[in-house]
């Protein structure tokens, strides 16, 4: 407990700075700095999605599923192997963006994220290896590991067609997918299925059986949605369409389990966690609605042409359902302690920040005026994210500072 929870802050600190990263380019432009803005954005996305989702994630997974006295001395290796090479990613993206020692770090992850999979899923004990909760997770590393196909075939498509190729762009879509939709919710909903379990809520393995097909059918062909920009033929959008309606099938069928045992969740969860959890699930519904939007011609052009519904979208997936979501988790497993200031200004930065960007999207589409001073006000909203991880990395400290005002 006392490791998972050292490495817990640990992806926590890398959140802290992914948020300050934020704040920095949204900063930039209001008073420009001496940066090279594309390089901290490299940076921000990079230690965002791999230094707080990936270490958060791997080390909720090994602290759920793994026998700790036996593993954590191999489990440590991988681990701090994998902060050399984050380290390494936040000392060469700022300064020279994808070049040779970024490109080194960035593809020693990769192998670190393999040794990892592979140390998971050799190792769990068979009595896990039977439960509804694994069979989630072990697809959701699967689909980790495919995502990286991407990354590899970017070197290849800067070589021979280069970066101004639609392949560059799809190598790129194709890692983001695949990281969003299949490793990083698929692993989420794993965990919620070892909470159901834990709680010993039976779910029938026909149940079972319905969400998961339909679910990982519906990520694979879901893909489709991300290539639609390229005005790709109709057989595209109908897969793209298909695989977003069997998401919602999936989401559907999950939406059931918990409305079936709402009064068990209920009465085992805090106020505050239920709370959470239902925020999490309206995310993800929204998420879900928003992502089969994009299957139709027009909002799929309207999506390509409008970057800000583009940010917003991945900020609402990334700061909304994955992160949130990994809050409650955290929450309820014993990692952290949620204070409900912190999950207010959490909330109050994303809504606001969601809501601006969504604005600036919607008056580009609509012709609506932005009005004076946008910006500010967006890297203004954008400090209390940061204000919100030092909430959650230091409650007992401000409580403290809370008493002795």
């Known amino acids: 407990m006392i490791v998972t929870k050292t490495h817990i802050k640990v992806s926590l600190g890398y959140f802290l700075l992914a948020a300050l990263l934020g704040v920095l380019l949204r900063t930039f432009v209001v008073t420009p700095m001496p940066i090279n803005y594309r390089f ?28 700790k006295q036996v593993m954590d001395r191999r489990y440590r290796r991988i681990f701090w192997f994998t902060q050399i090479c984050l380290i390494g990613m ?8 994808y070049a040779l020692f970024s490109i080194i770090f960035s593809t020693l992850f990769l192998l670190a994220s393999y040794w990892f999979s592979a140390f998971f899923l050799k190792h769990t004990p068979r009595s896990f290896k039977v439960t509804k909760s694994y069979i989630c997770v072990k697809y959701a590393l699967w689909f980790m590991i495919g995502s990286s196909i991407g990354p590899w075939a970017l070197g290849a498509i800067m070589t021979i067609l280069g970066p101004e190729s639609i392949w560059y762009r799809l190598a790129i879509y194709f890692y983001l997918h695949f990281q969003y939709n299949g490793w990083m919710i698929l692993a989420l909903t794993g965990i919620f ?40 033929q109709l057989i595209y959008y109908i897969l793209g369409g298909l695989g977003a309606v069997l998401q919602l099938i999936g989401f559907g069928i999950l939406i059931n389990i918990c409305l079936g045992n709402r009064m068990a969740l209920k009465s085992a969860l805090p106020r505050l966690q239920f709370n959470i959890l239902k925020a999490v699930v309206f995310l993800l519904m929204v998420k879900m609605i928003l992502q089969w939007l994009t299957a139709w011609p027009y909002f799929a052009n309207l999506a390509a042409t409008v970057l800000d519904f583009t940010i917003g979208y991945l900020h609402w997936t990334f700061l909304g359902v994955i992160s949130i979501g990994l809050f409650f988790f955290l929450e309820f497993f014993g990692l952290i302690k949620l204070s409900k200031m912190a999950i207010t200004v959490y909330f109050g930065g994303f809504l606001l920040t969601e809501g601006l960007i969504f604005y600036r999207g ?5 012709g609506w005026p932005l009005f004076e001073d946008y910006s500010k006000f967006l890297a203004v909203g954008s400090f209390l994210m940061p204000i919100a991880v030092m909430l959650v990395l230091w409650p007992y400290k401000f409580n403290r500072l809370k008493v002795e005002a």
């Open 40 to 67: 901290i954005v490299h940076t921000h996305s990079h230690i965002a999605l791999l230094g707080w989702v990936y270490i958060a994630l791997t080390t909720l997974l090994y602290h759920l599923f793994m026998d």
């Open 90 to 97: 936040l000392l060469s993206f700022p300064f020279q963006g």
């Open 193 to 232: 299925f070892y909470l159901l379990e834990q709680l010993q809520i039976n779910i029938s393995a026909r149940t079972f059986r319905y969400f998961f097909l339909t679910t990982v059918l519906g990520i694979i062909l879901s893909f489709f949605l991300s290539t639609l920009w390229t005005g790709p």
């Open 362 to 366: 919607m008056a580009a589409w609509l």
